[in-house]
């Protein structure tokens, strides 16, 4: 009896599902799909859940319609990892194949989109709070108080924690029998469990992040009205940077604020631009504390409410010309197998690639803890 080597749809079936199990923020935030091809760099326009606004009743009903709004994407991450295989190791049966030769490619891929995950949304955020030395629940609390101060929905909330952050706070009892409150979603192998109302999970392909500032506080250089957007910082060092995407907090408000535009520190002052606009009113020489580290990269974790974020996957089309190829999808995610013999080696070159995009969908549907 013949050998029968696997087609690509079944190793592409299979793909999804070992990804799927290696995956953890792409399982937590909101995915969109279509089955309409894309090439690299294209974008895509994806549908926003709808929202609305608490009115104050009068005479009459006033009927807000249902507007979803859209947000474009561009699909500007394609990623591949391939392998020269023999049509002996094609000749395997599929839970062999998976785990001598899929379950190591697709845990590359996981690794890749977790990591492409944070570092596009990573610093779009400005709500965050710090992990303190001596680790304390009240840290947790305080991060979960930034999400109420952000009005962020009380469900769905998840929490993901870079490693070295989860070990700071493993050893406290919320946090040690946090499994006995309930065991979120599916992710068995990364879920810790639920604290404060949130689904705290653990994931090792978080990365660290840095910071391009030196000093940890300045001062407000002037009054500061509410809505004010713009503020200038003095008590600095001379020569340091502040960059976009860094974040402080500011004595007289509880939000935080990310930097949209910062500058080069002259004369110990810089000028910023920052979102969200001032809460409140802040008076003139009010502390501003910089979060981060120019020093050594620092752990990032997230709080974030499902449809903070988004995770836009598009099939590739398939190969022609002779290649042996497969494209599928599942829960939202697309991948492509495909695999061509070569005389030469008498082997055959399978390559595994996805096509994706991430976009921040609300930054207010998110807080940062800074390690």
Same mark, same amino acid.
């Given at each position: 009896?013949?050998?029968?080597?696997?087609? &690509?749809? $079944?190793?592409?079936?299979?793909?999804?599902?070992?990804? !799927?199990?290696?995956?953890?923020?792409?399982?937590?935030?909101?995915?969109?799909?279509?089955?309409?091809?894309?090439?690299?760099?294209?974008?895509?326009?994806?549908?926003?859940?709808?929202? +609305?606004?608490?009115?104050?009743?009068?005479?009459?009903?006033?009927?807000?319609?249902?507007?979803?709004?859209?947000?474009?994407?561009?699909?500007?991450? +394609?990623?591949?990892?391939?392998?020269?295989?023999?049509?002996? !190791?094609?000749?395997?049966? $599929?839970?062999?194949?998976?785990?001598?030769?899929?379950?190591?490619?697709?845990?590359?891929?996981?690794?890749?989109?977790?990591?492409?995950?944070?570092?596009?949304?990573?610093?779009?955020?400005?709500?965050?709070?710090?992990?303190?030395?001596?680790?304390?629940?009240?840290?947790?609390?305080?991060?979960?108080?930034?999400?109420?101060?952000?009005?962020?929905?009380?469900? !769905?909330?998840?929490?993901?924690?870079? &490693?070295?952050?989860?070990?700071?706070?493993?050893?406290?009892?919320?946090?040690?029998?946090?499994?006995?409150?309930?065991? &979120?979603?599916? $992710?068995? !192998?990364?879920?810790?469990?639920?604290?404060?109302?949130?689904?705290?999970?653990?994931?090792?392909?978080?990365?660290?992040?840095?910071?391009?500032?030196?000093?940890?506080?300045?001062?407000?250089?002037?009054?500061?009205?509410?809505?004010?957007?713009?503020?200038?910082?003095?008590?600095?060092?001379?020569?340091?940077?502040?960059?976009?995407?860094?974040?402080?907090?500011?004595?007289?408000?509880?939000?935080?604020?990310?930097?949209?535009?910062?500058?080069?520190?002259?004369?110990?002052?810089?000028?910023?631009? +920052?979102?969200?606009?001032?809460?409140?009113?802040?008076?003139?020489?009010?502390?501003?504390?910089?979060?981060?580290?120019?020093?050594?990269?620092?752990?990032?974790?997230?709080?974030?409410?499902?449809?903070?974020?988004?995770?836009?996957?598009?099939?590739?089309?398939?190969?022609?010309?002779?290649?042996?190829?497969?494209?599928?999808?599942?829960?939202?995610?697309?991948?492509?197998?495909?695999?061509?013999?070569?005389?030469?080696?008498?082997?055959?070159?399978?390559?595994?690639?996805?096509?994706?995009?991430?976009?921040?969908?609300?930054?207010?549907?998110?807080?940062?803890?800074?390690?």
């Amino acid at each position: 009896m013949s050998n029968t080597l696997l087609t &690509p749809s $079944i190793i592409a079936k299979e793909a999804l599902l070992v990804l !799927e199990n290696n995956l953890v923020m792409a399982n937590l935030v909101h995915t969109a799909y279509s089955n309409e091809y894309a090439k690299f760099g294209a974008t895509v326009t994806i549908r926003k859940p709808a929202t +609305f606004a608490a009115t104050a009743f009068s005479t009459t009903v006033a009927a807000q319609d249902v507007a979803e709004a859209s947000v474009q994407v561009v699909l500007d991450k +394609f990623y591949d990892v391939s392998a020269a295989i023999t049509s002996q !190791e094609l000749s395997l049966n $599929i839970a062999d194949f998976s785990e001598q030769i899929l379950t190591p490619i697709m845990r590359a891929h996981a690794q890749n989109v977790d990591n492409q995950i944070f570092q596009a949304v990573y610093k779009t955020i400005a709500g965050h709070t710090t992990v303190t030395g001596t680790p304390v629940v009240s840290d947790l609390a305080n991060l979960m108080a930034q999400l109420d101060l952000q009005k962020v929905p009380p469900t !769905e909330r998840r929490v993901v924690l870079h &490693p070295v952050t989860y070990a700071k706070y493993a050893a406290l009892d919320a946090v040690l029998h946090a499994d006995k409150r309930g065991k &979120p979603l599916t $992710i068995d !192998e990364y879920s810790i469990g639920r604290i404060l109302g949130s689904d705290f999970y653990m994931d090792q392909n978080v990365p660290a992040q840095s910071s391009l500032i030196v000093d940890t506080a300045g001062a407000l250089s002037g009054n500061a009205a509410a809505g004010a957007t713009a503020a200038t910082i003095s008590a600095m060092t001379d020569g340091q940077v502040v960059a976009a995407g860094d974040v402080f907090k500011i004595v007289g408000s509880d939000r935080g604020y990310l930097i949209v535009t910062g500058g080069t520190v002259g004369s110990t002052v810089v000028t910023i631009t +920052f979102t969200p606009a001032l809460d409140t009113a802040i008076a003139s020489a009010a502390v501003v504390t910089f979060n981060g580290s120019a020093a050594s990269g620092f752990k990032s974790s997230l709080a974030f409410h499902k449809n903070a974020f988004a995770l836009v996957s598009r099939p590739l089309a398939p190969y022609l010309g002779g290649v042996t190829c497969a494209v599928e999808n599942y829960k939202g995610i697309s991948c492509r197998v495909a695999y061509q013999g070569t005389t030469s080696n008498k082997t055959n070159n399978m390559s595994v690639d996805m096509l994706f995009g991430v976009k921040t969908l609300d930054k207010e549907l998110a807080a940062k803890l800074i390690g």
